[in-house]
């Protein structure tokens, strides 16, 4: 079974910090990898992909990679209290197929 | 437009109605799928479509019935549904290139069955 892991949280930070989120995943053959944001109620919005090793940095939010560990994080730089919501890692497995875990939920505190 | 758009946004239907989901999209994309998600729980994947032929069946019931008429709509065909389909039901398109693929999603139908 592939999965794709993350902790459910909730994450509470205070407005102005740095917000770390993890997820693991198991399927090996991944290559392609996503973080969509998604707050209650509302479907899922793509924030973040990243495809090889590394970091991949766009505005406040930097994607980090390590496909040796199989390990993806997102980090969001000046938090701020509209980015609480419930953040999905994604792998694409081949094809078509992209699995996504659980999501963290993430609370900033003004 | 890069809109993904759902109708209807909020369904009730008792478990002897049929009746249909419709998603449309305007960005060209190829690639069309339809996704489940309860409460509080990932979304999960149940069908996709590739240039309007189906690609994919997750091993979904047939009480769903999904079509695909152009590569610009996809419909999701409900019949004889269990309370325990109660659920966000959420239409993404891609671009259809295979790699990596991103994912648009339309604004969901929350669908209740009694």
């Known amino acids: 079974q592939k999965e794709v892991e993350q902790n459910s949280g909730p994450l509470s930070v205070p407005e102005g910090a740095i917000a770390s989120l993890n997820c693991t995943y198991s399927?090996?053959?991944?290559?392609?990898f996503f973080w969509y944001r998604q707050y209650s109620g509302k479907s899922p919005e793509l924030i973040m992909s990243?495809?090889?090793?590394g970091d991949k940095e766009d505005g406040r939010f930097t994607a980090q990679l390590n496909k040796a560990s199989q390990y993806v994080s997102l980090l969001i730089r000046d938090s701020q209290p509209s980015d609480s919501a419930t953040y999905l890692c994604?792998?694409?497995?081949?094809?078509?197929?992209?699995?996504f875990g659980a999501g963290t939920r993430l609370f900033v505190k003004a | 437009d890069t809109e993904v758009t759902q109708t209807p946004k909020h369904l009730v239907m008792g478990m002897t109605n049929k009746k249909s989901l419709k998603c449309e999209q305007h960005?060209?994309?190829?690639?069309m799928y339809w996704y489940k998600q309860k409460a509080k729980k990932p979304p999960e994947l149940m069908f996709v479509?590739?240039?309007?032929?189906?690609?994919i069946n997750e091993s979904v019931p047939s009480r769903f019935s999904p079509e695909c008429p152009n590569s610009s709509l996809l419909n999701l065909h409900l019949h004889a549904l269990q309370p325990e389909d109660s659920a966000l039901y959420l239409c993404?398109?891609?671009?259809?290139?295979?790699?990596?693929?991103?994912?648009?999603f339309g604004s969901g139908t929350q669908l209740s069955v009694l």
């Open positions: 993404a398109s891609s671009q259809g290139t295979v790699t990596n693929e991103k994912l648009f």
């Open positions: 399927d090996r053959g991944s290559q392609s």
């Open positions: 990243i495809y090889s090793n």
């Open positions: 994604a792998a694409n497995t081949g094809g078509f197929k992209t699995i």
């Open positions: 960005m060209g994309h190829r690639a």
């Open positions: 479509y590739s240039y309007e032929k189906l690609s």
